[in-house]
């Protein structure tokens, strides 16, 4: 008898996925931005960083970070300057506007997670988030500008 799709993890966990990402990216939509660049404001929320921690914390190679970058200034959403101390390092932080968008992509994904995951409890969703931080995923096989 052949197997059910649900019998594999991974094509389960990949249609899921899909599914998900579906809803995040239209959730993403409704804010006016792409996920990418949501994943780059949400990193830069806290603070400051150079451009190479940046790309090392979203796991993307540089050069596909600094098409992020230029897309992020032109709509005046974050920002490059030269660092004083090392004139080769560029270090990027949220604008006013950036701090803005990224609240409405806040409310605009809480709702979408509130409706993704209704059915699982606190201590559930607490698991799921666990299980999936132990999913090992080759670096590199993965980035941020999917969809």
Excluded: Y
């Amino acid at each position: 008898m052949a197997a059910s799709p649900s019998d594999s993890l991974g094509f389960l966990l990949s249609f899921r996925g899909e599914l998900t990402g579906a809803r995040i990216r239209a959730a993403l939509g409704v804010a006016g931005l792409h996920p990418r660049h949501a994943m780059t404001l949400m990193q830069l929320a806290p603070g400051a960083m150079s451009q190479r921690e940046l790309a090392a914390a979203m796991e993307i190679d540089p050069s596909q970070l600094v098409a992020v970058l230029n897309e992020l200034e032109g709509e005046g959403l974050a920002e490059r300057r030269r660092d004083p101390a090392d004139r080769r390092r560029h270090i990027v932080k949220i604008t006013d506007a950036g701090a803005t968008a990224l609240e409405r992509v806040e409310a605009a994904v809480s709702e979408a997670e509130r409706e993704l995951f209704a059915d699982l409890s606190e201590a559930e969703k607490v698991l799921l988030r666990g299980l999936l931080d132990r999913v090992s995923v080759e670096k590199g096989d993965h980035d941020c500008s999917a969809g």
